[in-house]
């Protein structure tokens, strides 16, 4: 073989196999940052990890909401039609966050069987609902109980 067709051979391999390590350290590294989404029955049938960060979406349960008086957590429940879930917030919830909406909260499983969550995303218009929770409900009746999402 010629020296410089061996010298070209020899680099292109060190350049796929640096490659091959980069996308592994990549691929791995996004793999911490991934939150699964699951439905309110899911938490109920015990498929969920406990202290994973996680994603959870439905509708809050009306007259689930209960405040604490002397900090700012909030206790709600949401649900996909099936099951509910208990959701537990020490923050600022969004404006448009209120019972019978749509919601999403990210956060994790804890041993109780409730989650403790770091964020709310409410939805944020009359037609909008969050694909995640719409893809859980679509046979079930929706936030508001008389339309299909």
């Known amino acids: 073989m010629h020296p410089a067709r061996k010298q070209r051979l020899i680099l292109v391999v060190i350049l796929v196999a640096l490659s091959s390590v980069a996308v592994g350290v990549v691929t791995y590294a996004m793999r911490e940052n991934m939150d699964f989404f699951y439905a309110p029955s899911a938490f109920a049938a015990g498929e ?8 959870a979406g439905g509708c809050v349960v009306p ?5 604490d008086e002397d ?5 709600f429940a949401i649900t996909d039609g099936e099951a509910e879930l208990e959701v537990v917030f020490d923050k600022i919830l969004p404006d448009l966050f209120a019972e019978g909406e749509a919601a999403v909260v990210t956060g994790k499983l804890q041993q ?33 109980g008389d339309a299909k999402i």
């Open 71 to 75: 900090s700012l957590d909030v206790r």
């Open 112 to 144: 109780g069987g409730y989650v403790r969550a770091d964020q709310v995303l409410a939805k944020h218009d009359e037609s909008y609902t969050p694909p995640e929770v719409a893809e859980t409900m679509v046979n079930q009746a929706s936030c508001h």
């Open 63 to 67: 007259g689930s909401i209960v405040r």
């Open 48 to 55: 969920v990890p406990v202290e994973k960060r996680i994603r």
